[in-house]
């Protein structure tokens, strides 16, 4: 199978389409950030780069020869949790060149395979990206595949059911070097209209710029006084621990900008930052995956990356 990939990012599509055992003859990946493109080409230096996407026209490849194209435009400007600029916001608008690339392809193959991704929006935004592909999306929440709650809508023109759950909860991505008590959670600031909680069994979800909100550990110790105290404390910059729900919250790519964020404890009055290495069991990608750059670019770009087990489910539906 030859493979279009667009805003490849660090090419969870690519781990994917291997857990899927779907064998790939090429596969092209158009991403821009730095970052990135130096975890992809760590772990597969065979892609084909393929550059900014503005200039999809000038790339050298055979469109006819094309299979399968998989997307996950920039979100920024449909999220809940933005500003919901939608097609204002220059990094949402990039849809409109998958939409152009999508069509091009298909002119010549009408045979070809797409799969396009994004977060939960308003519904008039949503028509608008369904009318243009001509497929309705389908809602998956990654913690049926994973430790974190991330709700995300994905369009492919295959039919797909929803995965199996697989119980996977905080406790069972917790890095036993990291700390020696797994009975944690994870604590969520207030911020704005959320009130802030604490999750015990599932994050929430990463993205590329909440990492500051949402993965703090934190001890029975902590978890007892902000219950306690939560009312007064609903306005206050802490970070967010998790202790009440099963689930990690979104992962994102701003994660540890600043002093704000899921925090693991450790004792009574210790707790810490989630780890990259946790938080790539969060996106189910291979322990170490992002390894090679810093810290900060592991979390932004595993933020905004996919979670692959939720990929190779959809992907292992495709008839070709």
Known sequence: MNVLSLFDGISCGRVALERANINVIKYYASEIDKYAIQVSQNNYPDIIRLGDINNWENWDIDWSSIDLILAGSPCQGFSFAGKQLAFDDKRSALFFRFAEILSHVQSLNQNVKFLL??????KEFEHVITSVVGVEPV???S??????NRKRLYWANWAFEQPEDKLILLKDIIDDTALTDKSRAIFQRPRGKNEGSILTEKS?????????????????GWIKWWNENKEHQQQKKYSQLCNDEPKSITLTARQYASWNGNFYQIDDKTFRKLTPVECERLQTLPDNYTAGISNSQRYKCLGNGWTVDVIAHILRAINY
Request: aromatic letters at 4%; a positive charge.
């Open 139 to 141: 809602l998956i929440n």
């Open 204 to 220: 929430s979800s990463m993205t590329s710029r909440s990492w500051e909100h949402n993965n703090v550990i934190c001890s029975a």
């Open 117 to 122: 991704e994004n977060v939960r929006m308003k």
């Open 143 to 148: 913690a049926l595949v994973s430790a974190q």
